[in-house]
């Protein structure tokens, strides 16, 4: 997280206001461990390593918002395939205790992914966008979803 340090600091110098939101791609499915981070105009990694929450616990100031939380509909479309750094081995265990907690729950698959992100320990901002009233009324709700100890648990634990 250098880099995000460094960039406070030349921020501050220059009299520049420091960062408050950090903007990564954040969704319940885990890039491959061995693909290679993409990367944003500001360097920054694609795909939240573990360190950043490390980060985010010591810096409770800043934000995370993440963008395409929900694949591009990759989660519930079958026409949408997964993105090629999301198709791998851990892939199908977190889709089964995406799938089992959306069941228990009532909730669709997206709403449930949402929710996750939403009442962590460390809340995130899920950008997610919607194409249809619908799918906007769907992530909306997911504000209302409280997952359980025992199902957050189970999310988590997958990865």
Not at 22 to 49: K, M
Request: proline share 8%.
């Amino acid at each position: 997280m250098w880099r995000v340090d460094r960039a406070r600091a030349l921020a501050a110098a220059a009299g520049l206001p420091g960062y408050e939101v950090l903007q990564y791609q954040h969704s319940h499915l885990r890039a491959g461990s061995t693909c290679r981070a993409t990367s944003s105009r500001t360097a920054a990694p694609a795909t939240p390593a573990p360190e950043l929450f490390g980060y985010l616990r010591a810096e409770p100031a800043l934000t995370l918002v993440a963008y395409s939380p929900l694949l591009a509909g990759a989660y519930v479309r079958e026409d949408t395939p997964l993105p090629p750094d999301y198709d791998h081995p851990g892939t199908q265990a977190r889709l089964a205790a995406l799938r089992a907690v959306a069941r228990e729950t009532g909730a669709t698959v997206n709403q449930v992914v949402l929710a996750w992100q939403i009442g962590g320990e460390l809340p995130v901002i899920p950008l997610a966008g919607a194409s249809s009233l619908a799918q906007l009324e769907e992530n909306l709700s997911s504000v209302d979803l409280k997952l359980t100890v025992d199902q957050r648990a189970r999310l988590d634990a997958v990865h």
